[in-house]
C-alpha cells in the first residue's frame, strides 16, 4: 500500500448531513487510519446558489461529534490549504483555459434565456455532441469571433468537449472494472460565468493539487465519473489519478429507493447526524445525537450500513473498526436502513459504555435534576435502569424518579381496585419503615411481604400501587430496589402522599 495515503470527505455545505454523507466521512477515515494515512476536510462550496449559512460549521460540529477527526481542515489548516473551494477560486481557470487550448474544452456563450428557450421547445435537451454545433460557442464561432467575444467580456462558461464513441473505464476498489460509452454523457460546464469551478472541475483539480490517493464517495456520483476521468487523462495523467471507490447508497427500509430526509419525516426516525435548523423557515429536523444516539454506536451502526468483517460480530469500537476495516469487505448492494436495529446498537452501546463515561452523558441529559446527588448514586440509578434504555434519552423517563418525586401519579391505575384494607396496610407499612434500622432491599422486601401475610393480604395486590406510589407509573425497576435507593424518608413521603390522593 502506497505509504502516503491521503484521503479526503468533501461536502458540500447545503444544509444538515444526511448519514450517508457521515457513512462515507467515516469509511474515508477509517481508511486513512488504517493506512497511516491523513484524513482531509475539504469544503466544496463552488455552487453559490445552494450555499446554507451554518452548514459548514454543522459539518465540522457532527464529525467531531462522532470522534472522526481530521488531520487537515479549513479549520486546521495544512500544508495544501486553502481546504474550502471558494477560497481557491483563481486556482481553477487555468486548468480550463488549458482544455481549451488542448481541444478538450470550448467556451460557450449561449445565455441562460436562449438555454431555457432549448430545454422548453426541445424535450430531454442535452448539451452534447449531436446539439453542440447548434449553439453559440466557440466550436461553432471560430477562433476570431471567440475572442472579440472574449476580449468584450461576454458572459460565457467552458465546457468538456465529450469525445464520440469513446470507452472509458476505470477500475473502482468496490465495484471492480466500470464502463461507460462518452457518447451518452453531455457536455458539462467546467467553469461557469463567474469563473467559480463547477463541481466537476474542482473535484479533479483540488484531488490532484490536494495529492489525494484514494477517493470515496456515495454511488451517486457514478455517473460523473467518466467527466472526471477523462479531465484527469486531459490535465494531469491518468497514473496520477486517486483510485475511486463508489459506495453503496443507503436505502429506504423497504429498500426502494435512496434514503432521504423526508423518509425520516414519514417513517419517524432521524436522518441526519445531529439537530438541523434551516436558517430560512426555522424548521428542525431532528438527528441522532438529539434523539438519544450514542456516537459509538452511530458510528458502529453506519459502519455496519454496508461492511462487515466476515464474521458474525456487530459491535465495533472505532479503534476496532479501524484495525479490522478493508476496502474488499464493502458490498456493492445498497444497506437498507432498519431504525430498530439502530436503535438495537445503541442499546448494547449503553450497556457496554464505562461508567464515568455513561454518567457524564446521563448527566446531560437529565440536566439540574442530579445537581444535589453524588456520584455514587447516579451510578446505582444508572446500573439499575440502563438495561431498560435503548436511547439516552429514555434515561429521563426510566431515571427522573429517583431524584425527583414523580410530576404525575397514575392513580387511575390504582384506584378501582382501593379500599380501606390497603389504605391501613400501607399506614402499618410506613410505622414499621419508620423504625426500619437496616435499610436495604431485602429487609424492605421481607418487611412488605410479612406484613401482607399477617393482614391477610395478597402482596401481588400491593406492588402496583406501591410501584405506583415510588414511581408515579407502571414501569421501573424492582420496586424493592427502588425503594432502597431513594431512601427511607423519600419512600414515607411518596406513600403518604398517594394515600392523600386516593
Ligand atoms: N461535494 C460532493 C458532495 O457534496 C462530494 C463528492 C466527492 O466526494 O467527490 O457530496
Known sequence: MNKNVRVRFAP?????L?????????FNYLFAKKNNGSFIIRIEDTDQTRFVDGAEKYIYDTLTWCGLLPDESPLLGGAFAPYKQSERKSLYKQYAEQLVKNGYAYYAFDTPAALEEKRKSVSNFQYNQHTRMSMQNSLVLGEDATQKLLANNIPHVIRIKMPENEEIKFTDMIRG???????LVDDKVLLKADEMPTYHLAVVVDDYLMQITHSFRGEEWLPSAPVHILLWQYLFGLDKMPQWAHLPLILKPDGNGKLSKRDGERLGFPVFAMDWTDPKTNDITIGFKERGFLPEAFINMLAMLGWNDGTAQEIFSLDELIDKFSIERIHKAGAKFDYEKAKWYNHEW??????????????NILNDITVNYQDE???????????????????????????TMPETIDIAAIQPKWNEQKTVFFQNFIEQLNVLEDWNTVAIEKLFKDLTTTQQLKAGELMLPFRIMLVGDKFGPAVFDIANLIGKSSTIDRIKNVLNLL
Open 177 to 183: 472494472e466500470v464502463n461507460f460509452n462518452a457518447s
Open 18 to 26: 444526511h448519514l450517508g454523507g457521515v457513512r462515507t466521512a467515516l
Open 377 to 403: 448514586y447516579i451510578d446505582k440509578v444508572i446500573a439499575l435502569v440502563k438495561d431498560r434504555c435503548t436511547l439516552l434519552t429514555d434515561f429521563k423517563t426510566q431515571s427522573s424518579f429517583f431524584f
Open 350 to 363: 449503553i450497556k457496554k459504555l464505562d461508567a464515568t463515561t455513561l454518567r457524564t452523558k446521563v448527566k
Open 12 to 16: 458540500s455545505p447545503t444544509g444538515g
